[in-house]
């Protein structure tokens, strides 16, 4: 999965690590930071572009978000690549699939 921000695409690739460090970076888990929309977007953003950019910072990532809302970008289009790419790495069920599968352990 890619995300197109300011005209240049990027992959976006979400694995247990890249959200342990997000966790480890921010101190919150992942519910607790879709409390804040914003600090949400920003981490997952970094989180999924931390194996192809792996020396990106959590606020070069908030740079990215700025200038794509500047260049005329919507966070609803961020937010919606976020998802899919979260789905895709079967972090979260598609809709109509039914529930994730307990953990057990």
């Given at each position: 999965?890619?995300?197109?921000?300011?005209?240049?695409?990027?992959?976006?690739?979400?694995?247990v690590n890249a959200l342990c460090c997000l966790e480890?970076?921010?101190?919150?888990?992942?519910?607790?930071?879709?409390?804040?929309?914003?600090?949400?977007?920003?981490?997952?953003?970094?989180?999924?572009?931390?194996?192809?950019?792996?020396?990106?910072?959590?606020?070069?990532?908030?740079?990215?978000?700025?200038?794509?809302?500047?260049?005329?970008?919507?966070?609803?289009?961020?937010?919606?690549?976020?998802?899919?790419?979260?789905?895709?790495?079967?972090?979260?069920p598609r809709l109509g699939r039914g529930t994730p599968?307990?953990?057990?352990?």
């Amino acid at each position: 999965m890619t995300i197109t921000l300011s005209g240049k695409e990027y992959p976006l690739r979400f694995t247990v690590n890249a959200l342990c460090c997000l966790e480890e970076k921010t101190g919150k888990s992942l519910s607790q930071l879709q409390s804040s929309q914003m600090s949400c977007l920003r981490g997952l953003l970094w989180c999924g572009l931390m194996e192809q950019c792996p020396d990106m910072t959590l606020e070069q990532a908030g740079e990215l978000i700025t200038a794509h809302l500047q260049g005329g970008g919507s966070l609803n289009t961020l937010s919606d690549a976020l998802a899919a790419a979260l789905e895709d790495a079967c972090f979260f069920p598609r809709l109509g699939r039914g529930t994730p599968p307990e953990m057990n352990g």
